[in-house]
């Protein structure tokens, strides 16, 4: 079993759901994130930021997909997530990533279409598929915070405009979601939406800021076209609230192991929720 660019899982799963793409913040949680795909028999993008990619290792966050993936039997697409540098995507995607995102959304248009492009032909050359961004989503990103205010909704011509000229498998828009919305809801421009879902048609409209949506909104967001949506912070809050509590109570002898596992079976739990909400009926 090989590993999926993004192209491939959107074929094979159009009318059928918006796949899961979920963050992995560490390598622990890993096997229980797939295990969730495997009970559900449906197929799951594993994305990192480059900070987790270097933490855990190219090599090892690589080689330890490909086992489980051996061993579970899944559609995966190892992602990587948010990226401004251009070395790092060509080294992800060397080192087996199967998919990318150039994120110049804070550069002039022109620009990011240049450098978007230029990912492009280095990714598919290697039979890796890339997101790009038009618009901006606010919230935090890798602990730096984009303000609410500072967030612009894409607009629908320079989506179009974007995805004609660089020739991206996918492409994040701004909506209303942001980045690391635990407490709140987020507010959806749907007729945005729409627009958008109309006027872009054969890319992978991609939902960023999954954690701050409700469910409703969330199965209104894939009816209405989205084919990837991200879920990030969800898992990163669940993971620390389930080790404090057992971290709490823990002793020098307590196994490490017995201390993860609850954190690890929440993560589970998640991929399975999001997975079954991201359904299509
Ligand atoms: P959340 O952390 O808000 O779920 O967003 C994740 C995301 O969009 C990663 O790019």
Redesign the pocket.
Known sequence: MMLQNLKQLFEDNEGKRAIGAF?VHCLEMLPAMLEGAKDLEAPIIL?TSLGTAEYIGFDLLVSSIETLVERLDVDVCLHM??CKDIEALKKAIDSGYTSVMYDGSSLPLDENIKNTKFVVEYAHANDASVEGEVGT?G?A?EGVVVSEEDAIYTDPADAYKFVRETGVDAIAVAIGT????YKSKAKINFELLEKLSSNLKGVGLVL?????VSDEDMRRCVANGMKKV?????LNKSYIEEVNKTFSTATPLTSLRKLLLPANNRIKDIVMEKTELFQLK
């Open positions: 963050n994305q997530d948010h989503i919230g990103e942001t980045h690391g919305q960023h800021g999954g954690t701050g991200n879920v990030g912070t969800e």
